[in-house]
Nanobody
Framework: QVQLVESGGGLVQAGGSLRLSCAAS??????MGWFRQAPGKERDFVAA????????NYADSVKGRFTISRDNAKNTGYLQMNRLKPEDTAVYYC?????????????????WGQGTKVTVSS
């Protein structure tokens, strides 16, 4: 059974940092991404990284503040979030699919984690 397990969410003040982790049980090569969903809103793309980690994509709203990475030896992905803003408050979901293109859009994602909540206070 495929599992994606996120960790690292929490409460932080504006301007602070958090690092999210996503431990995957997938055995086949996969691209990894992060999405977020605020209350009453749709699940939005945040960042994605290719299978080998050489290509990274970011939503405009997080460019320059967030960094996505992965350690294939540990089967784990990360989202380093710096200079956090109150508008970054959401549940963050780890996502995986066979190709990078497929983790850029929520409806094309094959696997989802359970989500981890991030709250940024002003």
């Amino acid at each position: 059974q495929v599992q994606l397990v996120e960790s690292g969410g929490g409460l932080v003040q504006a301007g602070g940092s958090l690092r999210l982790s996503c431990a995957a049980s997938l055995r086949t090569p996969y691209a990894m991404g992060w999405f977020r969903q605020a209350p009453g809103k749709e699940r939005d793309f945040v960042a994605a990284v290719s299978r080998r980690g050489s290509i990274r994509n970011y939503a405009d709203s997080v460019k320059g503040r967030f960094t996505i990475s992965r350690d294939n030896a540990k089967n784990t992905g990360y989202l380093q979030m710096n200079r956090l803003k109150p508008e970054d408050t959401a549940v963050y979901y780890c996502a995986a699919a066979g190709t990078l293109d497929s983790v850029l859009t929520a409806r094309r994602v094959n696997y989802w984690g359970q989500g981890t909540k991030v709250t940024v206070s002003s």
